[in-house]
């Protein structure tokens, strides 16, 4: 079985940094494609950024480019999202997905969830 737990929620003030941590089980986080998602209440999820096995390249979300950082750790089988300049528009609930199946990755589409961790950034 394939579980997911995030965390590494809270809060921090506008301009500072916080690192949301993924944990993987059941399989090799070397082989998925990670990637972290965004959600505030009466609005769709958001994809903020991911990593694609197949090439290693990493996707961000304009909003968040250059302020973000998606890694993986394969010796901990875990990936990271180090999030710094935080904005308040960067307030959320975020969570963590991955897949296996290298052409649901292509279509950017995830299997495995894990629960969201809230992050707020205050003014």
């Known amino acids: 079985v394939i579980q997911l737990v995030a965390s590494g929620g809270g809060s921090v003030q506008a301009g500072g940094s916080l690192r949301l941590s993924c944990a993987v089980s059941?399989?090799?986080?070397?082989?998925?494609?990670v990637g972290w998602f965004r959600q505030v209440p009466g609005k769709e999820r958001e994809g903020v950024a991911a990593?694609?096995?197949?090439?290693?390249?990493?996707d961000y979300r304009d909003s968040v480019k250059s302020r973000f950082t998606i890694s993986q750790d394969n010796a901990k089988n875990t990936f990271d999202l180090e999030m710094n300049s935080r904005k308040p528009e960067d307030t959320a609930v975020y969570t963590c997905?991955?897949?296996?199946?290298?052409?649901?990755?292509?279509?950017?589409?995830?299997?495995?969830w894990g629960p969201g961790t809230r992050v707020t950034v205050a003014n």
């Open positions: 059941g399989y090799s986080v070397s082989r998925m494609c």
């Open positions: 997905a991955a897949e296996t199946a290298d052409h649901l990755c292509e279509r950017s589409v995830f299997s495995f």
């Open positions: 990593i694609y096995s197949s090439d290693g390249r990493r």
